[in-house]
């Protein structure tokens, strides 16, 4: 990645709808994100260039002027195009009615990519953003407001894009699996409690998972736990006792093993460097060039 500005908002506010993260990545050739899953929802939209983003069996070639929707913990690929490789920004989400939100602008999980002109007016929204980016009352309602115009400016010239052939139909066991696992996630469970859970044997919830998620249903579990895992740990100040405990390790030590295998650091190495990244960002942020004035609401 050639150019990157983030901002990561661990307090919030607000309940409906609050910013969680945003940002802005000039990539470079066939750079990549994934296959993960996200804790809260995200909006990506491309400045320039073009590339390439994935959703379970779909697939969407994408270009400056367009977007698309991330839904949190659906596992999904994205990569820039090998010569034209794109420039985006982005803001995460999350709140009580974001959901409602976003289908008042006609965003769900079947309607994932969009157009919208207005490039120069949500540049300068996610930019503000980031030049602003103390945890100051006043920055805090600042972020809330271009969260909610970068919504508006959404639901006044955004074009859904069509949506390509629909694949096959996910296993319904493997919906209810999954959905098992992100509300369980933390009472220590293991693949025979996930397959009793949806009535089939072991066996036949490995071959599922393999054929519908390409990974197995226990491989599944872990990313899940050391995703949320990671966002605890770059979010919170919670000890990393207290982090293993809240994503199902009851003892630290195999917790502390498992973390590092999955993200090449310890956790509390992994800690310190997201605290770095923030401080550096902070710093980078206040250096951003000026996008200009916000647009007329």
């Not at 999980?109 to 953003?129: H, I, M, W, Y």
């Not at 390509?164 to 066991?173: D, F, I, K, V």
Request: some cysteine; proline content about 5%; aromatic content about 12%.
């Amino acid at each position: 990645m050639e150019d990157s500005y983030v901002l990561q908002v661990p307090d919030r506010k607000f309940s409906d709808l609050y910013l969680c993260t945003c940002g802005y990545s000039k990539c470079e050739p066939l750079h990549s994100f994934g296959p993960a899953v996200r804790p809260h929802f995200l909006l990506h939209y491309i400045l320039e260039g073009q590339g390439q983003y994935q959703v379970g069996s779909q697939s969407y070639k994408l270009e400056a002027g367009q977007g698309f929707l991330i839904e949190p913990e659906v596992r999904t690929f994205y990569q820039a195009d090998s010569h034209a490789p794109w420039t985006y920004l982005w803001v995460g989400f999350d709140g009580m009615r974001v959901r409602e939100y976003l289908g008042d602008i006609g965003l769900s999980g079947s309607r994932l990519t969009f157009r919208c002109p207005k490039k120069d007016e949500l540049q300068a929204l996610v930019f503000n953003v980031l030049k602003n980016n103390t945890i100051s009352a006043s920055n805090q309602f600042l972020q809330e407001s271009c969260l909610y115009a970068f919504f508006s400016i959404l639901s006044q010239d955004m074009v859904l894009l069509p949506h390509p052939g629909q694949g096959a139909s996910e296993n319904l066991y493997v919906r209810k699996a999954m959905e098992y696992i992100q509300n369980n996630y933390y009472n220590g469970i293991n693949v025979t409690d996930i397959a009793n859970y949806v009535c089939i044997n072991r066996s036949y919830l490995y071959t599922l998972f393999r054929e519908n998620m390409r990974v197995s249903p226990q491989d599944y579990l872990t990313n899940y736990r050391i995703t949320r895992a990671s966002e605890l740990l770059d979010l919170t100040d919670l000890p990393i006792e207290g982090v293993a405990q809240s994503c199902g390790y009851r003892d630290s030590l195999v917790f502390g093993r498992i973390f590092k295998a999955k993200q090449g650091l310890t956790p509390s190495q992994f800690r310190k460097q997201k605290r770095q990244q923030q401080l550096e960002n902070q710093q980078k942020n206040r250096q951003l060039p000026d996008a200009g004035p916000l647009p007329a609401q």
